[in-house]
T-cell receptor
Framework: DTEVTQTPKHLVMGMTNKKSLKCEQHMGHRAMYWYKQKAKKPPELMFVYSYEKLSINESVPSRFSPECPNSSLLNLHLHALQPEDSALYLC???????????????FGSGTRLTVV | AQSVTQLDSHVSVSEGTPVLLRCNYSSSYSPSLFWYVQHPNKGLQLLLKYTSAATLVKGINGFEAEFKKSETSFHLTKPSAHMSDAAEYFCVVSGRTYNQGGKLIFGQGTELSVKP
């Protein structure tokens, strides 16, 4: 299995809703990432988990809450989002956080989030 | 700090003609460089990577890139464009500095259009 699987593919939520994005990989990668991508822009790093511990938080607002229950799963919990949070949310993994320098990342197909 | 500059925001070619997407990098370390492709509403797919082995790197779908240290360039080429090559392309360097370590640093992207 050489894929990163993200669910759901599309999500529409109101500003008072609570929802979660899910990411799963079975490649034995020990680093997992959340990215946010706006239209016509490169992805922006949000969070890095290395060996199931939060390693990097790129000053992301607390309405985004990541969770790494085990080495294969990564969740992003969403609460009280704003319309400007509408974007494509990408999950990625790599063999190790430092190993991204040699191997790059494997990206999922993303969740298209719309906040209304 | 490390960075990449994609010299063209949009490139348009005719089907069957060569493709050239230009990328210059800045790095005080020996860089690891990548090209990713993103089709509309999809995740990012790794096309190829350079990690200080052969300077001419062959990737998937007939793409290749040449690392030129003297020119700090890593241009992406393909001899003959196909309609399915129409997508957004990102040149990426892997961060090695204290603040950028383990992170992927993206260029702004080049949109490739292929005319029939």
């Amino acid at each position: 299995d050489t894929e990163v699987t993200q669910t759901p593919k599309h999500l529409v939520m109101g500003m008072t809703n609570k929802k979660s994005l899910k990411c799963e990989q079975h490649m034995g990668h020990r680093a997992m990432y959340w990215y946010k991508q706006k239209a016509k822009k490169p992805p922006e790093l949000m969070f890095v988990y290395s060996y199931e511990k939060l390693s990097i938080n790129e000053s992301v607002p607390s309405r985004f809450s990541p969770e790494c229950p085990n080495s294969s799963l990564l969740n992003l919990h969403l609460h009280a989002l704003q319309p400007e949070d509408s974007a494509l949310y990408l999950c990625a993994s790599s063999q190790g956080h430092g190993q991204a320098s040699n191997y790059g990342y494997t990206f999922g197909s993303g969740t298209r989030l719309t906040v209304v | 700090a490390q960075s990449v500059t994609q010299l063209d925001s949009h490139v348009s070619v005719s089907e069957g003609t060569p493709v050239l997407l230009r990328c210059n990098y800045s790095s005080s370390y020996s860089p690891s460089l990548f090209w990713y492709v993103q089709h509309p509403n999809k995740g990012l797919q790794l096309l190829l990577k350079y990690t200080s082995a052969a300077t001419l790197v062959k990737g998937i779908n007939g793409f290749e890139a040449e690392f030129k240290k003297s020119e700090t360039s890593f241009h992406l080429t393909k001899p003959s464009a196909h309609m399915s090559d129409a997508a957004e392309y990102f040149c990426v360097v892997s961060g090695r500095t204290y603040n950028q370590g383990g992170k992927l640093i993206f260029g702004q992207g080049t949109e490739l259009s292929v005319k029939p």
